[in-house]
């Protein structure tokens, strides 16, 4: 049987208005445009540092 890849959920809970155009540019790398957009992307580090950048804007849940 295969192993499932590892993949985390991201969603946009606070507005991007006011932040710095390279968090917009993060969140926008990850497909979150509007208040409320959800993801799944793969759980590796470049992902973790996304995330990292912008934490202060979504709600990361493991999937």
Excluded: W, Y
């Amino acid at each position: 049987m295969a192993k499932k890849a590892a993949t985390v959920t991201i969603k946009l809970t606070r507005s991007l208005i006011g932040s710095k155009k390279d968090q917009i540019a993060t969140a926008n790398s990850l497909g979150l445009r509007k208040i409320g957009d959800t993801t799944c992307q793969p759980d590796n580090a470049a992902t973790k540092g996304k995330v990292n950048k912008i934490i202060h804007l979504v709600e990361v849940t493991e999937a």
